[in-house]
């Protein structure tokens, strides 16, 4: 049986079109498990309300703690072999469950992948697995070429959604819920990933990924989270031997984490955060040893075409906030409009 793990939170506009969407599988065998994360609308209700028409799908109701532990306290509920997991203001076409479950069972793989849509109201993106990518992938191709996703490498998707995954692989590798509110996929996939024997990628696209929009508020778990995740990326890194010049993963991951330090002082400074904070916050950042990997750049970091890679290799906090500052001064109208838009096709219940 396959158990359908289901976070919700506040998301009564959009759930019971998700809840309709599992109702309609042509794949029978599953269970949904509803885990009311503290919701504060009708969200509760909603779920109380498909529970009593459907006893597939399996209530609780609990007080806020986050997605990632709503996820977990889901899985000690589930009775079925296989989870899947699916976000509350998402939907899945008919085929979904089928499609994923013979491609696991008939490839014997640990998970099966499908692609998905990027939607907005009515309008739809198609998001395909590369056909490069598609079909059984096994040991030790699977580690040596796949593993680097989760370093800034994007051969595959860091999401739990659109994937049906053996069970065994949480309760034997996971090491349970993290607490973050951004990364926790990620951190997921980076635990089981080295486990994993086969993957089966499919042709078929069937979830449907509602894009939320632009936040018009400065985000404060987004740096701490995802710096939580470069840690614990380079513990794994030095697990694994990817430490070192040969490797391209070092060079892509601490990239990835220049742009996650740009990301959130550009928020800072759009959102009007005090400067003088800024540039100690920016100081105090440019001292922690996770810049070491600086060193695997394909040359010297203050010589790197990118003139805030110079600045932190340089411990320069005021060149750098300059640099930020003049970037947001040129795409501050821009994100403006992306933040009006979203508002208001939130105010038309779009979004």
Known sequence: MISI???????????????????????????????????????????????????????????????DKARFDGIVLAKGDLLTFVDSDDT????????????????????????????????????????EHQGLIEQPKLFNEYFVTFFGCHKLTASLW????????????????????????????????????RIYLSDYIGYNYRFGGVTSNYMHSFYPNLKYLYAYKR?????????????????????????????????????GRNKEETIKFIAQEMKEDMWENLKYLPVPAEEFHRSDVKAIALKDAETYYSIME???????????????????????HIL
Not at 184 to 193: N, R, S
Not at 247 to 269: C, G, H, K, P, Q
Not at 338 to 347: E, I, R, T, Y
């Open 162 to 197: 659109g994937k049906l995954f053996r069970r065994e692989l949480f309760s034997k590798y996971v090491e349970g819920p993290s607490g973050l509110g951004m990364g926790e996929d990620y951190l997921i996939l980076i635990q089981i990933f080295p486990y994993l024997n």
């Open 92 to 131: 899945i076409e008919k085929d979904y469950l089928l499609v994923l479950y013979t491609s696991l069972v008939e490839n014997n793989a640990d998970y099966a992948e499908v692609g998905f849509y990027r939607t907005l109201g009515p309008y739809k993106q198609k998001r395909a697995i590369p056909k």
């Open 235 to 271: 513990k794994v890194m030095e697990k694994y031997n990817y430490n070192n010049e040969r490797n391209r993963v070092a060079f892509y991951s601490v990239i990835e984490m220049v742009n996650i330090l740009r990301t959130e002082v550009i928020d800072r400074i759009y959102y």
């Open 326 to 348: 003049e970037i947001n001064n040129s795409q501050h109208w821009k994100r403006s409009i992306k933040c009006w838009v979203s508002k208001f096709f939130k105010k038309l």
């Open 5 to 67: 793990i289901i976070p919700v939170f506040n998301t009564s506009r959009f759930l019971s079109a998700c809840l309709n969407s599992i109702i309609q599988q042509s794949h029978t065998d599953w269970e949904a498990i509803l885990v009311d994360d503290g919701s504060t609308d009708k969200s509760g209700d909603i779920c109380d309300a498909f529970a009593k028409k459907d006893k597939r799908f399996k209530v609780l109701h609990k007080e806020n703690e986050g997605v």
